[in-house]
């Protein structure tokens, strides 16, 4: 499984993800009390000072990246949990996957808040790092995490609102997903990955709003 985002399909996969992100992005923030962008500040330094900093030290790449020998051999067990903070695809994909993480982080903590956009960051990216172990993959980036969270915000937003373009872009996201894995590439399984992570939390405020609906229908009975 290719776990590099380096491939001609698995490039033009994540720029169609952000093109059909950047409209429902749209939709999200009308009419939404805005937060101010603590988790995104932090996600972007956080990743970004041991993202650019390995390319003058390489050895900080080295020590954060996936490395299945060293994790299952020499017990070097944060490396699953760390790869997010390494990228392994040069110094211009790592500034490109900077911003891309402060969109989507920002986007998820104005419609979320930032336990959820934390939980559904971290997720796919932890995932496909663990399972990568199996797949003797070397490397890191913060794709799976950010692509996993694009579309977790947009089935969540298919889920909860009533726009058809939106649900439609759900329906295409995860076509893209699917046609990844199909190619044999990881960063469609992190795309599935997020699709039920926003699920869920769609899953979980449909059923609270059907319950605060129902509530308010008791009040006003006679």
Request: net charge positive; no cysteine; aromatic share 6%.
């Amino acid at each position: 499984m290719d776990t590099s985002g380096t491939s001609g399909w698995s490039i033009g996969a994540d720029l169609l993800l952000l093109a059909l992100f950047g409209f429902v992005a749209v939709q999200l923030l009308r009419g939404r009390p805005r937060r101010a962008p603590v988790l995104t500040v932090v996600a972007v330094i956080a990743i970004g000072i041991p993202s650019l900093l390995q390319f003058a030290v390489p050895v900080v790449g080295r020590a954060l990246e996936r490395d299945t020998p060293a994790t299952l051999a020499h017990g070097e067990w944060w490396r699953p949990f760390t790869a997010l903070l390494a990228q392994d695809g040069g110094p211009i994909a790592a500034v490109f996957n900077l911003i891309v993480v402060g969109l989507v982080v920002f986007m998820g903590e104005q419609s979320w808040g930032r336990l959820r956009t934390a939980v559904a960051f971290l997720a796919p990216a932890i995932v496909l790092n663990l399972v990568a172990l199996a797949w003797v993959s070397h490397g890191g980036g913060s794709s799976f995490a950010a692509d996993g969270l694009m579309v977790g915000l947009t089935v969540w937003a298919a889920l909860t609102q009533r726009i058809v373009p939106v649900r439609v872009i759900a329906v295409a996201q995860l076509a893209v997903g699917a046609g990844l894995v199909v190619l044999n590439d990881a960063h469609g399984l992190a795309m599935l990955v997020g699709a039920v992570v926003g699920l869920l939390i769609g899953a979980v405020d449909r059923s609270a709003g059907r319950i605060m609906d129902a509530s308010h229908i008791r009040k006003d009975a006679p």
